[in-house]
């Protein structure tokens, strides 16, 4: 089970839903089944949350579960995970998306100016093969 750190720069709006099913999913999930995020507080393990990103995308929508969360000085590192395969596959790319556009903000500080396909291009040479897999 792999679980990225979502950029901070990149805010998620997340919302509670209940009476959410997902199916049951074995600790030895193979490749990416989530994110980590820092939140501005707790939420419980076996929560169900709707995750929206407009920054990236206004039309993406996904459900999660919280796995885990622990308190990180004023903020909350949550992990979700995506138990529907469509939608973990999805949260995958955007999150390629994410860091992508993340790494061009922190060029954008360093003084370097890029576009998004000069960061996509250079955020594929140097990070691409270690992002984690999403496997069936």
């Known amino acids: 089970m792999e679980f990225v750190a979502h950029p901070k720069d990149l805010p998620l709006d997340i919302k509670i839903i209940e009476d959410q099913f997902f199916p049951t999913v074995g600790t030895d999930r193979l490749g ?3 994110i980590t995020y820092l939140a ?3 939420y419980h393990a076996g929560t169900s949350v709707r995750i929206t990103l407009q920054e990236i995308d206004p039309h993406f929508c996904v459900t999660g ?3 885990w969360c622990d308190k990180e000085q004023d903020e909350y590192r949550i992990a979700i995970e995506f138990p529907n395969n469509d939608d973990c596959y999805c949260v995958r790319m955007i ?8 790494y061009r ?3 954008k500080h360093q ?3 890029l576009n998004y396909n000069e960061a ?5 040479q140097q990070f691409a093969a270690s ?3 999403f496997t069936l």
């Open 65 to 67: 579960r919280i796995v």
């Open 120 to 124: 996509a291009a250079e955020w594929i």
């Open 32 to 34: 990416f089944v989530g």
């Open 131 to 133: 992002f984690p897999a």
């Open 40 to 42: 501005p507080y707790a």
């Open 95 to 102: 999150e390629q998306l994410s860091q992508i556009e993340h």
């Open 105 to 107: 903000r922190q060029a």
């Open 111 to 113: 003084g370097r100016r």
